[in-house]
Nanobody, 123 residues
Framework: QVQLVESGGGLVQAGGSLRLSCAAS????????MAWFRQAPGKERELLAA??????????YYADSVKGRFTIFRDNAENTVYLQMNSLKFEDTAVYYC??????????????WGQGTQVTVSS
């Protein structure tokens, strides 16, 4: 089992950048695929980016809405996954969640979730 704690959210102007962090506790972090989701008020939760477990080279997936602007990467020595967000837009405003699932695939059901961190982009 793994516990996840996000940090790094806040208020930023449109066009700015933020880096979210997700610290994982528990064993075998390298064996988990990690992902970032977000949920805006009145909208469904959206998968933004995911990175596979380390044994497959950490293959990454991006939603079209963030491709080219957001980057997901992991530091297995620090048991942390990051989401670098550049060129932020007003519509990126949401609560951002980190999630984990055991195994290599970035698709499928994520079993472990953080508490979320608010990102607000001012126009």
């Amino acid at each position: 089992q793994v516990q996840l704690v996000e940090s790094g959210g806040g208020l930023v102007q449109a066009g700015g950048s933020l880096r979210l962090s997700c610290a994982a506790s528990g064993r075998s972090f390298s064996s988990y695929a990690m992902a970032w989701f977000r949920q805006a008020p009145g909208k469904e939760r959206e998968l933004l980016a995911a990175i596979g477990w380390s044994w497959s080279g950490g293959n990454a997936y991006y939603a079209d809405s963030v491709k080219g602007r957001f980057t997901i990467f992991r530091d297995n020595a620090e048991n942390t996954v990051y989401l670098q967000m550049n060129s932020l837009k007003f519509e990126d405003t949401a609560v951002y969640y980190c999630a984990a699932k055991l195994g290599p695939a970035v698709t499928g059901t994520y079993d472990y979730w953080g508490q979320g961190t608010q990102v607000t982009v001012s126009s």
